[in-house]
């Protein structure tokens, strides 16, 4: 379980919330929606470790999580942040058995299974055909597939994404909230900061809105609602029951 008790997130000369608590458990998926600027990659770093919120404590089980040696807290806890800044001189297959490297016993040494998870983590986002090229020639949607790939070959029990619909075409958006979805169902703890909210209502179980005035978060059918998106974005929303489940669309 990862755990946030009484988180202050905050960025210099301004507060973004105050007083936020969660309870991520296995099996759950959840939803991070807010506007710009909310507060919503503040929170993933929080309760990733990657940094430090200005108050309140992130547990990892019973444990602080940047308390965890980084290798440990790398096999448990899995993030994909909105931008890779580093430039990747070699192939998209190369690049994902990087996300093998808490698994890996040395930094030189790889095995049969490490490149066996790398190729089936392609499959799972359709970019096998493109396991040899290089990852500088793909597209921005075919890298943020294999940026999630590496992810998937990391194979944490936490999946924090940030924005992870990003340079999706339609058809790989809907691929990858059902992959998400049944990451979750496998048992794994999902959040995903979203800006799609037509996705939310069908994938996601739990959701957590970043109001200006305080958070709220609970079950989706509960805290998503036409007139609480409203409120958090400030713009009409029409909500529609279908077959796949409930859909919010502005209306804009």
């Known amino acids: 379980m990862l755990r946030a008790e009484h ?13 936020l608590s969660l309870d991520l458990l296995p099996g759950q998926c959840w939803c991070v929606l807010g506007r710009n600027g909310a507060g919503k990659t503040t929170l993933l770093h929080a309760l990733s470790g990657l940094a ?9 089980g019973d444990h602080p999580v940047d308390a965890c ?3 440990e807290r790398a096999r448990r806890i899995g993030v994909l942040l909105q931008d890779d800044p580093q430039a990747f001189w070699g192939t998209a297959l190369e690049y994902v058995i990087l996300g093998r490297y808490p698994h890996r016993h040395g930094l030189t040494r790889l095995h049969q299974e490490d490149e066996a998870a790398a190729r089936t983590a392609l499959e799972q986002v359709e970019m096998q055909d493109a396991a040899h090229r290089p990852l500088s020639t793909l597209s921005g949607g075919e890298r943020q ?3 999630l790939a590496a992810l998937l070959a990391q194979a ?10 990003q340079h999706l075409d339609l058809a790989h958006q809907g691929a990858m909230v059902k992959l998400l979805r049944h990451l979750a169902d496998q048992g794994k703890t999902v959040l995903a900061v979203l800006h799609e909210t ?3 209502g069908r994938y996601f179980d739990h959701a957590l809105l970043l109001h200006d005035d ?11 609602t036409a007139a609480s998106l409203e409120r958090l974005y400030r713009c009409p929303m029409a909500e529609a029951a279908t077959e796949w489940g409930r859909v919010f669309i502005p209306r804009v």
Request: charged share 20%; proline share 13%.
């Open 7 to 19: 988180l202050t997130l905050a960025v210099p000369g301004r507060t973004l919330c105050r007083g």
């Open 52 to 60: 430090a919120p200005a108050a309140g404590a992130v547990w990892l």
């Open 69 to 71: 040696p980084r290798r």
């Open 145 to 147: 597939r294999v940026r």
């Open 156 to 165: 944490p029990d936490i999946y924090l994404l940030d924005e992870p619909l």
């Open 198 to 200: 037509a996705w939310v």
């Open 214 to 224: 305080g958070p709220a978060a609970g079950p989706a059918d509960q805290t998503l």
